[in-house]
């Protein structure tokens, strides 16, 4: 089946921790590393609080305020801690540009694990203008690598998984996009990873 539609991850893909000082040093701070500090942000939390943040069980205010509890910081840190964790993140407008120029001959989507300001997040950045549809976690309360969450976004991108490509930096994601049938791209370099859909985008014509 010929290529339709185009569909791609948020952090990681399209978001990049480009610097990651800002995080190291807040890591520093609270007597911990870069790897302990991003796992308990976004893989953890004080009872699994990321996770229901994720799946919008929470909000994402709640589950800041949960980690800053278990922190033992006082919530007016919030911001200070919110700015430092995320300051070394930016968006690939490159990227971007190229996810514009696919419209409208290819239909463009987004699939994330996330909480629930993503949506304000990517109209703040000004890119929610590069997506037919974005489905985000914490809105529809399901995660990758769940199968449903594919289906979902096919469905409201009006194509079958055969005529579809999924970008992901996380292998689980990758194989359960591939499970539903569809193609992937495992981004693991910007470089290598832009290549590689231009070079399917060609075979594709």
Excluded: C
Aim: net charge negative; aromatic share 8%; no cysteine.
């Amino acid at each position: 089946m010929s290529l339709k539609a185009v569909i791609f991850d948020l952090g990681g893909v399209i978001v990049r921790t480009q610097d990651q000082g800002p995080r190291t040093r807040l890591a520093q701070s609270l007597g911990m590393t870069y790897a302990e500090l991003d796992q308990f942000v976004f893989h953890g939390g004080p009872d699994g609080s990321s996770g229901r943040a994720t799946l919008g069980q929470i909000s994402e205010e709640d589950h800041w305020r949960n980690v800053l509890q278990a922190l033992n910081l006082p919530e007016s840190e919030l911001p200070r801690v919110r700015r430092e964790f995320f300051g070394g993140d930016q968006v690939d407008r490159d990227l971007v540009a190229l996810i514009r120029s696919l419209r409208p001959r290819y239909k463009t989507g987004l699939i994330s694990n996330a909480w629930d300001g993503l949506r304000a997040y990517i109209e703040r950045e000004r890119f929610d203008d590069a997506f037919d549809h974005m489905v985000i976690s914490a809105e529809v309360g399901i995660a990758k690598p769940a199968p449903e969450i594919y289906h979902y976004a096919l469905d409201k991108l009006d194509v079958v998984a055969e005529e579809s490509v999924f970008l992901d930096d996380f292998s689980d994601n990758i194989k359960a996009a591939r499970d539903v049938g569809m193609k992937t791209i495992h981004f693991m370099d910007p470089e290598k990873g832009i290549r590689q859909l231009k070079n399917l985008i060609e075979t594709q014509t």
